[in-house]
């Protein structure tokens, strides 16, 4: 079993930065890829940045060149930079992992707000 926490968010001014953190814990073996997701109000859940175990990563047009995932793999934790914040970033972060094995985990999810 796989436990993830996530971490970093709050409210921020359009314009502002946030780090956000996902750490892992329990049974984190063979990991085939980890992803931040986020859902807004009244919306479904979107992919916000996904990497490989390999470091490959990819980014929807919404958040390419103002959001960066990476991940430490000592730590058992992986990041998601985002800059250039806009309201319509606000929204309930979630990460991911995938496993190998094909379990897929989830976090509680960090509120990120967006506001000036």
């Known amino acids: 079993q796989v436990q993830l926490v996530e971490s970093g968010g709050g409210l921020v001014q359009p314009g502002g930065s946030l780090r956000l953190s996902c750490a892992a814990s329990g049974s984190v073996f063979s990991i085939y890829h980890m992803s931040w997701y986020r859902q807004a109000p009244g919306k479904q859940r979107e992919l916000v940045a996904r990497?490989?175990?390999?470091?490959?990563?990819n980014y929807p047009d919404s958040v390419k060149g103002r959001f960066t995932i990476s991940r430490d793999n000592a730590k058992n934790t992986m990041y998601l930079q985002m800059n250039s914040l806009k309201p319509e970033d606000t929204a309930v972060y979630y990460c991911?992992?995938?496993?190998?094995?094909?379990?897929?985990?989830w976090g509680q999810g960090t509120q990120v707000t967006v506001s000036s």
């Open positions: 990497i490989t175990s390999g470091g490959s990563t």
């Open positions: 991911s992992l995938v496993a190998a094995t094909g379990g897929v985990y």
